[in-house]
């Protein structure tokens, strides 16, 4: 008897011990990692001896590459050695990271410097007080203090600034076309509507190619709404919010323009100038059709032009200089352009894990410094003699994708305020064009009035709101529903939350104004 | 080695008088060493189902993550009724409505006629063979699946339109009409789940006495007698278990599923709670609102399961409980 009794408890105690491993292990590798870190962090602590003691800043970042890089990367030490900081990254999939973003701020253990978009989760936090306003911060220093005033003001929650925004360009918004195939049908770029359309007509019916094949389309757009949102702007359609006579604001589409913009677009369709499949085409796969030739122009962003030339060269090098771009065609009333909001995400400083006033200004220097041409080297291009080479003044980055990934990441630390400072090779004749276009847009943009307001509403139904009004275009555009469908869509708008929506944006605009 | 004993000495001791003789305690003393074996079980389900369950309690809160569950402010039921008067609700409660009647009545008979199907085969080889086949796209992720679909259905270049255009002279857009997201929903379900389903009712088939099938020959029953008086009865109750069970699911549809066929064009039949959820929760961080919806959803799903389970039971089925 007694035998079987300790044979049972054995058992017992190997399923108890086994599962207990089984359920503690996760946690026990995390922690001996973070052990780690922190023995290398000691380690570059001696070795980072220099002026005072070097500060410990941690951040949390998204990560665009499959293996970001670690304290064991140059590059990594040359920023810390450079910014005097002992630094604790946490790279983030771009993917996941509002998910991300949402658990960090639950779990209550912030980093210093977190990266974060202007989502209803953060207005909420920073109503809660877990961020430092830095409005009041940010002037003393060189570069923050030079921030994009438009920018500013849609990063801003009641006014004030939370967070740096990383910058991005204003005018990024324009249309690539073919200019061989304009060529081959003797026609010059579309400066109008009109012209535009007659160009997309031709790029459909007279064989640009001339392959001998009715195969190609005027443009091309995917399931991702933008190419819509970017030619509506054209035809003088406002930003998400227009500003009537009386100084109050309404929604784009009760613009006379949207629906004149809606009929064009409708006519693009009926007239298979676009191709028929765009509602269900997905976006991960569009500019593969204009990459092949399939259709003559597409509106997106103006660095595609240069991305999508780039892959046609490399597939048939005659292709040299085929592509051309052109920031926006005239309207009935002139010319506009939709601008981008200017930044890519932000980054806000805790204040539950910075603490004082004097630990703010330490995370706001290294911000600070790493926006000097030196700190954008750093993080943009890596370590001279390991991730490029000044060859005959040329800037050669190195090609072994390894050393590319062991400094690539480390771009996201970067805000670029007030501007791009990091080497680049010499431009090609398409992407001089792009700076151009880019430039030029940015004087014919057309601001949303709203976008530094934070509406209770929309934080709560925006995305049903928008996708009533997205979907009915859509529907407007293949003839699923006709004129009255629009108004019967317009007014499910108003009612899901719409009127409450127009109410509080119109009077957070007049408490800012 | 120790199990088997101890089964054999609880058989001995075990008379009728015993068990009546034993109080509470010593019965429960008596079988320590199962209890015991049971604690690892026990604590599993404590620890990872239920205590996070009283998450659900979000749905009272407006919940803020910075707060905190602990620091968030109560609510009372705001969500719930700011849920019931929006607009949404009633278009989402019928698509869903919709989608698992579609379901009930199309989907959950397939495996019963394919598994009646392979069980009239003689050639054993065969039948395996095409058994197995069956199972195969049950592997499969949803993601290849809405790959599969788009590349057949599509206008430009599909092959199901390329037929559809040659005898009709007219191209179906399958993928972005809102008559055909139904149906092509279901037929997706059907394809990918009807193999994997028969699994349960070849099993229970294979319990079926073959001196049943020898008697009804005997009688002069022929195939389809044989199917509807000996098959069928056999596998009443697995039908009527399996219903239940579903019916508990009634309001899941697949959201992976649904969320990749959906597009502007067809939204308005596609959105049901488990889209909404996802939508509303995590793309715009709403957690309180959409942990309501979800747990209303579930409560639905409860009653269900206990109505359908009533009513088996009226009807001299088996039930689940």
Request: proline residues 5%; negative net charge.
């Amino acid at each position: 008897m007694k035998q079987k009794k300790k044979s049972i408890w054995m058992l017992l105690l190997t399923f108890i011990i086994s599962a207990l491993l089984i359920g503690c292990s996760d946690g026990e590798t995390n922690t001996s990692d973070e052990n780690n870190d922190n023995n290398q962090e000691n380690t570059n602590d001696s070795e980072a001896e220099g002026n005072g003691e070097p500060t410990d800043i941690s951040i949390m970042t998204a990560s665009f590459t499959p293996e970001p890089p670690d304290e064991s990367s140059p590059a990594w030490q040359a920023i810390e050695e450079f910014t005097n900081t002992n630094l604790d990254i946490e790279f983030v999939p771009n993917s996941n990271y509002d998910e991300r973003f949402n658990i960090t701020l639950a779990s209550g253990e912030l980093p210093d410097v977190i990266l974060t978009g202007k989502t209803p989760s953060f207005i909420n936090a920073v109503d809660d007080g877990a961020f430092w306003d830095l409005t009041d911060y940010v002037d003393e220093y060189e570069n923050l203090g030079q921030m994009n005033d438009i920018v500013k003001n849609n990063i801003s929650i009641d006014g004030r600034i939370y967070s740096l925004y990383r910058s991005r360009p204003l005018g990024r918004m324009a249309m690539s076309i073919r200019q061989d195939w304009l060529d081959n049908l003797g026609m010059e770029k579309p400066t109008t509507i009109e012209e535009f359309y007659d160009v997309m007509y031709a790029f459909t019916h007279d064989d640009p190619d001339g392959n001998g094949q009715d195969d190609t389309v005027g443009t091309i757009v995917s399931e991702y709404e933008g190419p819509w949102d970017i030619m509506q702007t054209w035809f003088g359609v406002p930003n998400k919010w227009g500003i009537d006579e009386n100084g109050e604001l309404y929604p784009h589409f009760q613009d006379p323009a949207y629906r004149e913009a809606l009929d064009f677009f409708k006519k693009m369709y009926d007239e298979g100038l676009v191709n028929e499949d765009f509602a269900v085409m997905d976006p991960a796969k569009w500019h593969d059709a204009f990459v092949n030739g399939k259709a003559g122009t597409i509106v997106d962003v103006a660095d595609a032009a240069s991305r999508n030339q780039d892959k046609m060269i490399d597939a048939d090098p005659s292709l040299e200089g085929a592509v051309d771009l052109i920031g926006a065609v005239e309207g009935p009333n002139g010319l506009h352009n939709l601008p981008t909001t200017g930044y890519s995400m932000m980054f806000a400083i805790s204040k539950t894990s910075v603490e004082t006033e004097e630990e703010l200004h330490k995370v706001l220097e290294f911000m600070d410094k790493m926006s000097t041409e030196e700190g954008q080297n750093l993080g943009f291009n890596g370590v001279e003699g390991r991730h490029y080479e000044i060859v005959d003044g040329v800037y050669t980055p190195t090609e072994d994708q390894g050393l590319v990934y062991e400094h690539e990441d480390l771009n996201q630390l970067l805000t670029f305020i007030p501007e791009e400072r990091f080497l680049t090779a010499p431009l090609q004749e398409i992407e001089k064009k792009e700076e151009k276009v880019m430039k030029a847009n940015e004087e014919i943009a057309v601001p949303n009035p709203a976008e530094p307001l934070v509406s209770e509403v929309y934080s709560r139904q925006g995305e049903q709101l928008d996708n009533i009004i997205l979907d009915a275009r859509i529907k407007y555009i293949v003839g699923q529903i006709d004129e009255s469908g629009l108004d019967e869509a317009e007014e499910l708008w108003m009612n899901s939350g719409g009127k409450e929506y127009i109410e509080e944006i119109n009077q957070l605009y007049q408490e800012a104004q | 080695m120790s199990l088997l004993s101890m089964k054999s000495r609880k058989v001995k001791t075990n008379g009728p008088l015993d068990t009546n003789q034993l109080t509470k305690t010593q019965q429960l003393l008596k079988d320590k060493w199962l209890y015991v074996l049971l604690l690892p079980g026990i604590v599993y389900f404590v620890l990872f189902k239920y205590m996070p369950m009283w998450g659900v309690l979000m749905a009272f809160q407006d919940y803020s993550p910075f707060k905190g569950f602990w620091q968030s402010d109560w609510v009372g039921f705001d969500h719930f009724q700011y849920f019931f008067q929006n607009p949404d609700f009633f278009r989402l409660l019928r698509n869903t409505l919709i989608l698992a009647l579609y379901d009930l009545i199309f989907f959950f008979p397939a495996p019963i006629i394919i598994a009646l199907m392979l069980n009239e085969l003689r050639m054993q080889f065969f039948k395996r063979t095409i058994q197995t086949l069956v199972y195969v796209p049950h592997f499969m992720s949803w993601v290849i699946i809405a790959s599969i679909t788009y590349v057949f259905l599509t206008t430009s270049g599909g092959a199901v339109n390329a037929v559809v255009e040659y005898f009709t002279g007219e191209k179906i857009n399958f993928l972005s009409s809102p008559d055909w997201f139904r149906p092509m929903i279901i037929g997706q379900v059907i394809w990918k789940e009807t193999g994997w389903g028969t699994v349960i009712f070849l099993a229970a088939l294979a319990s079926v006495s073959p001196e049943q099938y020898e008697a009804a020959i005997m009688d002069g029953a022929g195939r389809f007698r044989r199917m509807w008086h000996v098959t069928l009865p056999a596998l009443r109750s697995t039908i009527v278990i399996l219903l239940i069970l579903r019916l508990g699911n009634f309001l899941d549809q697949g959201f992976q599923q649904i969320f990749l066929m959906t597009n502007s064009l067809n939204r308005s039949v596609a959105d049901v709670f488990d889209t909404y959820v996802y939508f509303v929760g995590i793309t715009q961080g709403a957690f309180s609102y959409s942990t309501a919806v979800g747990l209303f959803k579930a409560i639905v799903g409860i009653i269900l399961i206990y109505g359908a389970d009533y009513l088996a039971k009226k009807l001299k089925q088996p039930g689940l409980f």
